[in-house]
C-alpha cells in the first residue's frame, strides 16, 4: 500500500498500478474520476485500508459502531438528499457570518502564542492553534457542545490510524478502544441533535445521522486542523511567503500541502486510464498531492508562489458530486488564522518540525514546535 505519499516523488506516469492499486497521478484524469459516478463509486473511501481483525471488530461491535453509506462513501439514492441538508450547515452565508467570531478567536489565539513566546516558551503551534480552531468553528456550525478539545482530538486521530493507518493488530484494538466508546457518545448526541442533524436522524434513522456526524467530526475539523500545522511551518521556513495576500497564500498551500494526500474509488465496470486497463472492482487511489503539481495546472507547479495562474486549480477538496462541503470553511480559517499570525511567524523558527505517521491518505503531522529568533 501507498503509505505516506508526501515521500514520494512525483511520478512520470500519469496512471500506474502499484501494489494492488491502479494510481492516478495526472490532474485532468483525477478530476475525471472522482466525478465519473457511472464508472468509479466511492463505496470504498471509508473502509479500512488495513483489514480489522476480530478482537478489534469486536470492540467496535460492542460499542454499535456502524459506518453506513451517508456522505464521503455514499453513491445510493440517499446521498443528495443528506448531502443537500448539511450544505445548508455549510451555506456560504453561514459560513462568512462567522468571520468576526472567528477572527476574534484567531487573534486571541494568536496574542496568547505571542505572550508565551516572548516569555521564553517554546510553543506547539499544532496544539495552540491548528487544534483548536477548527474544531470550535465546526462545533458551532453544527450546534454541538464540544469542550474536550484534547478528546475529540485522540478521537479524531485514532479514527484516522485505524482506517487509513497500518496499524498492527494489537495497536488495532487500542484504536478501537479510543473509537468506539465516543461513537457511542455520538450517537447520544445525534439522539438529542436539532435543526439539520434532526432531519437526517428522522428521515434516515441513527446509525445515518451516527455515521454522518461521525465523518464530520473527523473530517471536518481534522483536515483543517492538519492543513494550518503543514502550512504554518512552511511559514516558518519561508517567513518572505506572509508578505503576500493570505488568500493567495492559502490557495498555494493548499495546492501543494494538501491534508489529504489520496483518496479511494472502485471501478464498477472495465474501463481505461491514461492507457492502464481497470477492470471492475479495481481499487483507484487518485493522488491528490501529486495531481496538484501537474504542468498544466499552475505556471510553477512545483514551487510555493503566491497568486501565480493556476493556484486555485488544486483538488484539495476533491471534485464531483463528493466534494468537499467545508471548503468555504476550511479556506475562510486558514486566510484569517495567517492574517492574525503574520506578523508574528517571521520571527520564530522550528524547534521540531512535524512528523507524519505512515497513512495512506491523511497526513496527521504534529507536533510543530516553535520559538522566537
Known amino acids: 500500500m501507498l503509505f505516506e505519499l508526501w515521500k514520494h516523488p512525483r511520478p512520470e506516469a500519469p496512471v500506474f498500478r502499484r501494489e494492488g492499486q491502479v494510481v492516478v497521478a495526472s490532474h485532468h484524469i483525477a478530476r475525471r474520476v472522482l466525478a465519473d459516478r457511472e464508472r468509479f463509486s466511492a463505496a470504498n473511501a471509508l473502509d479500512a485500508v488495513a483489514p480489522i481483525p476480530a478482537a478489534a471488530l469486536r470492540e467496535l461491535t460492542r460499542h454499535r459502531f456502524r459506518l453506513p453509506a451517508t456522505l464521503a462513501n455514499n453513491d445510493t439514492a440517499t446521498h443528495g438528499h443528506m448531502r443537500e441538508r448539511f450544505g445548508e450547515v455549510f451555506a456560504p452565508a453561514r459560513v462568512e457570518a462567522l468571520r468576526p467570531w472567528l477572527q476574534g478567536l484567531a487573534r486571541r489565539t494568536a496574542a496568547g502564542v ?6 521564553g516558551e517554546t510553543v506547539d503551534l499544532d496544539a495552540a492553534v491548528a487544534s483548536e480552531i477548527p ?24 479514527a484516522l490510524e485505524l482506517f487509513w493507518g497500518d496499524p498492527s493488530p494489537e495497536r ?24 439539520v442533524r434532526r432531519e437526517i436522524l428522522d428521515e434516515h434513522g441513527e446509525d445515518a445521522a451516527t455515521a454522518a456526524l461521525f465523518f464530520l467530526l473527523v473530517a471536518g475539523q481534522e483536515t483543517t486542523s492538519q492543513f494550518l500545522t503543514l502550512l ?6 519561508e517567513p518572505e511567503l506572509v508578505r503576500s495576500a493570505p488568500a493567495a497564500v492559502v490557495e498555494e498551500g493548499l495546492r501543494l500541502l494538501p491534508p489529504i ?6 471501478a464498477l465496470q472495465d474501463t481505461e486510464l491514461g492507457g492502464v486497463a ?11 498531492a501529486a495531481a496538484g503539481t501537474d504542468e498544466d495546472v499552475a505556471a510553477c507547479p512545483m514551487r510555493m508562489v503566491p497568486g501565480q ?6 483538488l484539495a477538496f476533491g471534485a464531483g458530486a463528493h466534494r468537499c462541503l467545508g471548503s468555504q470553511l476550511t479556506r475562510m480559517e486558514a486566510e484569517v488564522v495567517v492574517a492574525e499570525l503574520a506578523p508574528l511567524l517571521p520571527r520564530c523558527e ?4 512535524p512528523v507524519s505517521d505512515p497513512n495512506l491518505s491523511f497526513r496527521m503531522p504534529s507536533p510543530l514546535l516553535v520559538r522566537l529568533r
Open 114 to 119: 505571542a505572550w508565551r513566546l516572548r516569555a
Open 135 to 158: 474544531l470550535a468553528a465546526l462545533a458551532r456550525l453544527l450546534e454541538l457542545d464540544v469542550a474536550a478539545t484534547g478528546e475529540v482530538k485522540r478521537f479524531s486521530r485514532a
Open 172 to 195: 488495532q484494538l487500542e484504536l478501537a478502544r479510543i473509537v468506539g466508546p465516543f461513537h457511542a457518545l455520538l450517537r447520544d448526541w445525534s439522539r438529542g441533535a436539532t435543526g
Open 232 to 237: 504554518l511551518h512552511r511559514l516558518v521556513e
Open 261 to 266: 494526500t489520496s483518496w479511494r474509488r472502485v
Open 278 to 288: 481497470v477492470r471492475e472492482g479495481d481499487s483507484v487511489l487518485v493522488w491528490l
Open 309 to 314: 495562474r493556476g493556484s486555485r486549480r488544486h
Open 350 to 353: 522550528t524547534v521540531r518540525a
